[in-house]
């Protein structure tokens, strides 16, 4: 059984995103996967740099799409994503120090904030871009 299953309660309703949250959800199971396996230690840097580097691309997806609808919660919108990016950093930081005892820590940061940025603020764009793109 994964770590993190994909159901219908997160779907934005856009296809496009719908899929890019679906990667998302993949890579940390990947990454519960490896620190399953006690692999976590080695595959953490790779895992993260793709993580912060795929959430930056989704990231801007979504706020070009909120800039085109002219979405009227884009700024508070686009700070929580400031705010994940910044938390990733600062997970870099502890990784290239040698603190990978955070490994957990991770995983559980990205489920928790992934189920509720796209149940509490990415829902709030669902019927505003729906009825858009």
């Known amino acids: 059984m994964a770590f993190f299953e994909w159901n219908e309660n997160l779907s934005v309703g856009i296809l496009q995103l719908d899929t890019q949250h679906k ?48 979405y009227p919660e884009y700024e508070s919108h686009k700070k929580e994503h400031e705010l994940f990016v910044k938390k990733i950093q600062e997970f870099k930081t502890e990784i290239n120090k040698g603190n990978i005892t955070i490994t957990l820590n991770i995983a559980n940061f990205l489920k928790s904030w992934l189920v509720n940025h796209i149940q509490g603020t990415d829902k709030k764009y669902s019927p505003f871009l729906e009825k858009e793109v």
């Open 23 to 70: 990667t998302l959800v993949n890579m940390i199971n990947n990454l519960y996967e490896a620190m399953s396996m006690g692999k976590g230690k080695d595959t953490l840097p790779k895992i993260i740099k793709e993580m912060s580097a795929y959430a930056v691309s989704h990231f801007s997806s979504e706020e070009k799409l909120m800039q085109m609808y002219e």
